[in-house]
């Protein structure tokens, strides 16, 4: 008798996942197409018809030519956020780093500002003065500047660049009533505040202290734009002015294909099923894109 056996295994046959169309590492700055490393403008066209600011690796400001996208970083640290997208923004402030100009108005009492301070992007351009030398207001004592302004209408922020040689508290925002109490450290930050113009003072910008003591103040940087959020800074010197959009397009890619966008938070957009073609980019919900993937 023979005795015979028929072992058979069967399996699903093996197959390789096949690499994303394009994947754009902006953090690694490592850019494939379909698993091949390439370079960036071979797959991504860029264009902004101005220089524009963004924070280096090195942790402060700094300005990079037209044409040029922006890696942007903490101020201070210099940790990654992601590459900056932003729309066209215009500062409404005819004067943004000069406080001594007769277009800024004294609250209350108007500060004597000293110049030639170094600023958040390394230059001498920041001012600063003393709260002892400004009295008038509320208690014989309040110092500030704002700017009155009847004509912008619609939703705006204001933002501006302080420091202090002592912490302090001041009151920052558009008029008396749409403002709101901050805290200054010996560190610079960037204080952001946002509300509808016009309001019932007539102002777009205020900022003052009411300690009256020997603490002096720096400031630089300030700027007032239209919509919710603050963008870069835009440097102002007699006029307003306005900073292009910028403007990506990936290349080389025709078809449906499924995007993912990941945020500077970590936030994620997904587009699936998309036309994409020469030219395309996707409706961010934030301006900066640690990563872009298309499949």
Request: include cysteine; aromatic fraction near 10%.
């Amino acid at each position: 008798m023979k005795l015979t056996s028929d072992i058979s295994i069967t399996s699903q046959p093996y197959r390789k996942m096949s690499a994303p169309a394009l994947s754009l590492d902006f953090g690694q700055q490592v850019y494939k197409q379909r698993g091949i490393s390439v370079g960036l403008n071979s797959v991504l066209s860029f264009a902004r018809n101005s220089p524009a600011v963004r924070v280096a690796e090195t942790g402060v400001l700094e300005t990079v030519a037209a044409g040029v996208l922006r890696r942007d970083h903490v101020f201070g640290t210099g940790e990654f956020l992601g590459a900056l997208f932003e729309p066209a923004a215009t500062n409404l402030l005819l004067h943004s780093h000069d406080f001594t100009r007769p277009y800024w108005v004294g609250y209350a009492s108007k500060p004597g500002f000293g110049g030639g301070q170094p600023a958040p992007d390394g230059t001498l351009t920041a001012m600063t003065w003393n709260c002892a030398d400004t009295t008038g207001g509320a208690g014989g004592k309040r110092g500030g500047i704002l700017v009155p302004d009847s004509i912008p209408a619609g939703v705006s922020t204001v933002s501006v660049w302080l420091r202090a040689s002592v912490p302090l508290t001041m009151r920052f925002g558009h008029s008396d009533g749409t403002s709101q109490p901050i805290s200054v450290s010996t560190h610079w930050q960037r204080f952001t505040y946002t509300d509808t113009l016009p309001n019932s003072q007539n102002r777009i910008f205020m900022l003052y202290e009411d300690v009256n003591e020997d603490i002096d103040v720096y400031i630089w940087g300030a700027q007032t734009e239209y919509g919710s959020a603050v963008t870069s800074n835009i440097t102002t010197n007699g006029g307003a002015v306005t900073r292009p959009a910028d403007q990506p397009g990936l290349i080389g890619l025709n078809g449906v294909h499924d995007v993912t966008v990941t945020y500077d938070d970590d936030s994620i957009d997904t587009f699936a099923a998309v036309a994409v073609s020469d030219g395309w980019w996707p409706n961010l919900s934030r301006p900066m894109v640690k990563n872009l993937v298309v499949l």
